[in-house]
């Protein structure tokens, strides 16, 4: 088991069974399916699309690309879903997609020997003749291989609803920013709604051992929320998504009951909601970046940011032994949380020439190598093994069994793109930021720390 002994936000008095490809495992309360499946050292959660190449779990939430799997059976079947934003809950059944017969065993592999004959559309070009081959023969066998899911065969027994709601002030996120907006609208005494996606408010606070107001980030967002609920003028809408704004409103989608086997009589599903506020506020945060090598798809790399969050809020060290390689300083954090949490960090590689002094101290203090102006180029294993280095003009082989990556963060910025708003390219973080946005949106938290000054609103 890759659980920490202690930490981490989860109820481990609350022990939940599941299973995955048919085989049982078990989590805690406030997991999600890959957190737990990372606490049982499940690494290899799906193929790729095309070659068939095995993939593991990269990130911690919506930004997962991977983990990609089929929820439930029968007419509830729904595939497709993100292991990294599925609640865990008692009896949950998951299953891989994209392979056969198994998930360690995949036929379809053999793609990869022949990837220089499948360039782009390579079939449109390849499967022409006879023409009535096409429809009843070639597109058949192309979608079996390259489906990623599949959808029930059976009506869906659930029901799913619509609803309006109306607020002064609507808050797009509840991390610090997004609590702190909600706290300053509440107090003067607008109508609030505040949403997020998560079923846990809190952010990124969730994920950081930094303290708050000198109490620790979980105990400040408790504080927060309680302040919050008692309130009267103040919503508060978790599993809830904000999506699109519209003319006249604010879309987003409540997971009214997919954190359960499956809703109680009368209960829907899910919730489309059409919100109509005066002001809007995003504080959505932002994700963190990947770093091109050789290899950078294995299972077992990940993004430095989730790793962080799988260590601090779910208290799983992602690998037996981690290695670190970034070109900032939020990466080393992640190391040392990680470190301090029991974790075995084997190396930090930073590509930079010098770092600030305080994480080199740091760094020292806890024992950790260091490599200052080295990088990864390549790593090995089919679930990663190794990652050579490069540094000081030699090359290196390092054993290890997970490797976090991060070259900074772009900030979420893409509900500014709606209604002909336009992001602008930041040369310095070599990243878009939010640009002139949606009229009666204002941006907070890490989008608009990405610029040059803060977002500012009025009520």
Request: charged share 20%; net charge positive.
């Amino acid at each position: 088991m890759s659980r920490l002994p202690t930490g981490g936000l989860i109820d481990r008095a609350q022990t939940l069974q599941f299973a995955f490809d048919g085989k049982n495992y078990s989590g805690f309360g406030g997991d999600t399916l890959a957190s737990a499946l990372l606490a049982n050292n499940v690494k290899l959660v799906g193929r790729s699309f095309k070659y068939h190449r095995p993939r593991g779990i990269v990130g911690g939430g919506t930004e997962e690309p991977n983990a990609l799997v089929e929820l439930r059976s029968g007419a509830r079947r729904e595939p497709n879903s993100r292991a990294t934003t599925v609640e865990l809950y008692d009896g949950l059944d998951a299953a891989s997609q994209n392979r056969f017969p198994s998930l360690a065993f995949d036929l379809l592999a053999v793609n990869g020997l022949f990837s220089p004959f499948f360039g782009a559309a390579f079939y449109y070009k390849t499967f022409m003749w006879p023409k009535a081959a096409w429809e009843k023969l070639y597109e058949p066998a192309i979608r079996r291989a390259a489906g990623l899911g599949r959808a029930a065969d059976a009506p869906d027994p659930d029901h799913y609803e619509k609803a309006n709601a109306f607020c002064d002030v609507l808050v797009i996120g509840s991390g610090p920013a997004g609590l702190m907006a909600a706290l300053a609208a509440g107090r003067a005494g607008a109508r609030v709604i505040l949403a997020e996606e998560d079923f846990r408010f809190g952010g990124r606070l969730l994920s950081e051992n930094t303290r708050v107001d000198d109490v620790a980030p979980a105990d400040f967002v408790a504080k927060s929320i309680a302040e919050l609920l008692s309130l009267p003028n103040v919503r508060l809408m978790k599993r809830t998504a904000v999506f699109g704004i519209y003319d006249d409103c604010y879309a987003a989608i409540e997971r009214a009951g997919d954190h359960l086997p499956q809703p109680a009589p009368f209960q829907p599903r899910q919730i489309l909601w059409r919100i109509v506020a005066r002001r809007a506020i995003l504080a959505a945060g932002a994700l963190d970046r990947p770093i091109v090598f050789g290899g950078n798809d294995r299972p077992g790399v990940m993004l430095a940011a989730p790793v962080q969050t799988y260590i601090n809020r779910y208290a799983v060290a992602p690998a037996k032994r981690m290695a670190f390689f970034a070109n900032n300083d939020a990466a080393w954090t992640t190391a040392f949380d990680a470190a301090d949490a029991g974790a075995e960090v084997a190396a930090i590689i930073d590509t930079r020439d010098a770092v600030a002094p305080e994480l080199s101290a740091g760094a020292r203090q806890r024992g950790l190598r260091a490599i200052v102006g080295g990088e990864v180029f390549a790593t090995h294993g089919k679930i990663l093994k190794a990652i050579d280095i490069y540094a000081a003009g030699k090359s290196e082989r390092l054993a290890v069994d997970g490797l976090a990556m991060s070259s900074g963060f772009s900030p979420n910025l893409h509900l500014t793109c709606h209604l002909g708003g336009k992001p602008q390219w930041s040369e310095a973080l070599a990243t878009f930021v939010p640009g002139k946005g949606p009229p009666g949106l204002s941006v907070a938290g890490a989008p608009a720390r990405a610029k040059p000054y803060y977002a500012r609103f009025q009520l």
